[in-house]
């Protein structure tokens, strides 16, 4: 068995926490019935989130494998017999205006795997009749119906659609005849949800401060430390809010020190210093390379190759030095 460390990302960070099911199946209580305890933690079970069903347009189907490896965790009811899908990884910070097609993508190629595992037990007509067998589905078999939630990371109000119609232009007359599928959303930044877990209550109400733009950057960062310590908020909460914010921090490092909210925005503070010291470094040694080949009266095209060489860019970066410091290199 491997000894290998798995390196913590943003997106890992965020699968971690909603694996836990007292926190996804409070989510989804929240979000589906506001508040209400009707999915209870002990029913959930763990679904493998890989979907390899071959569908018929080839780069539909790689479209739809993409795009799950964004999804977070599912989990199916063993008392109800529904699966659950909870989306929203660190990317989705951003609004995607076309997301309930891409939730029916999601949704399609669930219903299609289990339409293809299904079909697998019908290799012979026996015991069925010809439209059955045609159909590779017997008249009294049923599928687990899906249930996809999308949490939304973002700062910005959502503008989105959150319906298939809302995607259309559809005249006014013909909407009823038109399919509609619409999306389940819960918006970090504005915490109405109604949760009972004690984690979530706090991962939301401090997504809800850091995520608020009517404050400035250091009064949302003075009132999450302050919330964070009035709470005494969990480690994996402190985590999650790095992961769900896309922090740039070494998440392996943070996760063995002391974990608090304070911790984090001194983690993220050194580690822009860190960036911008690179970033300087960087600049300065592709002052030096340039200024060096405009002295030995190399073509520009051999200054931008060992600029790429040297600092391991690429052309357009190399390009964006060049432009940068063409002129104060090549004055008298």
Known sequence: MSDKIQKLKPDTVLKNYWRNNEQFADLFNAVLFDGRTVIKPEELEDVDTEESSVLEH??????????RDNIKIRKKSVVHGVEYVLLGNESQQHIHYAIPMRIMGYDYGTYKKQ???NAKKYQTAKGMDEDEYLSRMK???????VITVVVYYGDRPWDGPTTLHGMLDIPSELAQYVNDYKVLLAEARRNDLILHNANNVDLFN????ILDRSISKNESKRRAI???EEHQVDKSVVMTVAGATNSKIDYNAFEKGDVTMCTLFDEIAKESETIGEARGEARGRALGIIESGYDFKLPENDILARLQKKLD???QQAQEYLNLFKKQTMQP
């Open 58 to 67: 080839k780069e539909y189907a790689e479209s739809i494998q993409a795009s």
């Open 115 to 117: 339409y293809d595992d």
């Open 206 to 209: 401090l997504l809800e401060i």
């Open 139 to 145: 008249k009294t078999d049923r599928f687990a119906p």
């Open 313 to 315: 860019i690429s052309l």
């Open 226 to 228: 302050q919330y964070g």
